[in-house]
């Protein structure tokens, strides 16, 4: 019992101290970062693809708004054999302004996932150009990628146009911030409602505090390397490197359930480079309810896991840096070392527990003997590591908040990781029955009160 003990405890350590390690890792190049310089979307053409697979809560509202914000945005919006209205609303959208398309899938060819749903618009996007724009340089014709829930910060495109971005012609993709629309603290959405509980808000908040801050810290370290991962909402591409992996690949997405790291994987083997912006954002609904996250995260969980296919060719090819292969292999191990993790310290927890109930003279007197020692351990090693980002997301993100209510939320935060190994046990489970289907995530925003918003297009979700 001693050795397992010893074993346990020391494994427990190891992964404590490399956590805290990529910790420090990725905060103090966060804290420390310059924003980004700004340029001229006009030096660009500008295309967005939103999927759509019943969208019929807010598509209207989300085309407008990009319509409204992006004038010289073509946007394409893929039905993807939609049961609802999504269809309806697409068409008279169309209708109205030349520079909506629709592009209408049904079955059997339609619902096979978002990476086909975005090759499709891929295809017919290409087509147009072929027919409209002939003289287009694919170099300089931009791809970008927004959810049917997503807003697009107005200032996004010039933003991501500058020399930190497609100014630069080594660049071959863009992802920008991620933020939460819903979480009742400001009004970005421009009038959308919060989530309706106090604890549904929490919930909400704690997702725009980790994309915010641990995702976008961990995306700056990848920026600062060029090797930033690419995200469901907010991904921009060049049109020349899509082209280029489909040549190789047959189209730009791919199988996995992360189609959308995916394609940032086949960008850097494609010999291009990577970059995150953290200085421009798109919006999304946040998720207020607990079941409907863990089966969200369950299947980004099992999409990173399908990425683990990719190991030899990052490690080995010469397109890819050391420090980019490196950090990429550790974000391809992340699940897998969760799944280590939960049962190494489950074990440490039940080795602890057989400590303390055989200890002959009870369970106070082997807390007083110095057991006690381990409170400031676990505090060190497995608290204030997430503690901190609570007070990192008022730094940085919300100055309103008060010193309590960031240590709130980082108390919070600590909490809501535990959901998180969940989603990944859950991802496991799915992996190992070979379950792999794509299960979108249903919206929850409250339409009860229609908002309408002005634009050129003047569509309204009452009058869609």
């Known amino acids: 019992m001693i050795g397992l003990s010893a074993a346990v405890d020391l494994a427990a350590l190891v992964l404590c101290v490399l956590f805290l390690a990529y910790v420090a890792l990725i905060l103090v190049p966060f804290l420390q970062r310059t924003p980004d310089r700004p340029g001229d979307a006009g030096d660009f053409r500008w295309h967005l693809i939103l999927p759509c697979l019943d969208e019929e809560v807010v598509i209207a509202r989300t085309v ?7 004038p010289d945005a073509h946007l394409w919006c893929v039905d993807d054999d939609s049961s609802d209205d999504t269809g309806v609303i697409l068409g008279k959208l169309q209708r109205r302004d030349p520079y909506v398309h629709r592009i209408s899938r049904r079955a059997p060819n339609a619902r096979q996932g978002k990476g086909a749903a ?14 409209h724009d002939p003289d287009a340089d694919p170099s300089r014709v931009i791809v970008g990628v927004v959810d049917a829930d997503g807003r697009l910060d107005p200032a996004a495109l010039d933003v991501i146009a500058g020399p930190d ?8 993709a863009v992802q920008v911030q991620v933020r939460m629309m819903n979480r009742g603290l400001d009004r970005i959405d421009g009038g959308d409602p919060a989530a309706a509980t106090r604890f549904q808000r929490l919930l909400v908040t704690l997702q725009d505090l980790e994309f915010r801050t641990v995702i976008a810290a961990m995306q700056h370290l990848r920026h600062r390397i060029g090797s930033a991962g690419m995200g469901g909402n907010g991904q921009f591409s060049r049109l020349v490197v899509l082209n280029e992996i489909a040549a190789e690949n047959s189209t730009p997405w791919h199988g996995a359930l992360l189609e959308d790291f995916e394609l940032g994987l086949h960008v850097l083997l494609a010999g291009w480079g990577n970059k995150y912006c953290n200085d421009t954002w798109v919006a999304q609904e946040g998720l207020p309810d607990v079941r409907l996250l863990v089966r969200q995260r369950a299947r980004w969980a099992q999409g990173g896991m399908q990425c683990a296919k990719y190991f030899r060719r990052i490690l080995l090819s010469p397109r890819i840096g050391t420090a980019s292969a490196l950090e990429i292999s550790y974000f391809l191990l992340i699940p897998w070392t969760q799944l280590l993790g939960t049962l190494v310290y489950g074990a440490a927890a039940l ?15 082997w807390f007083t003997a110095g057991a006690w020692g381990l ?6 090693f497995g608290v204030t590591p997430l503690v901190l980002w609570g007070f990192v997301y008022r730094s940085r993100c919300e100055p309103t908040l008060s010193r309590w209510q960031a240590l709130g939320l980082g108390l919070a ?18 992996l190992v029955r070979s379950r792999d289907g794509w299960v979108k995530t249903a919206r929850v925003l409250d339409t009860s009160a229609p908002v309408a918003v002005r634009s050129e297009t003047q569509v309204t979700l009452s009058g869609a």
């Open 375 to 380: 409170v400031p351990l676990a505090l060190c």
């Open 118 to 131: 975005l090759n499709a618009a891929w295809v017919e996007l290409t087509d147009w150009l072929a027919e």
């Open 413 to 430: 935060y600590w909490g809501y990781t535990y959901l998180m190994l969940l989603a990944v046990w859950s991802a496991f489970w799915r």
């Open 351 to 365: 080795i602890l527990a057989y400590w303390a109930l055989a200890f002959p003279a009870g369970v106070l007197a």
């Open 165 to 172: 971005g497609f100014g630069d012609p080594a660049i071959g």
């Open 64 to 70: 407008t708004r990009l319509r409204m914000d992006h």
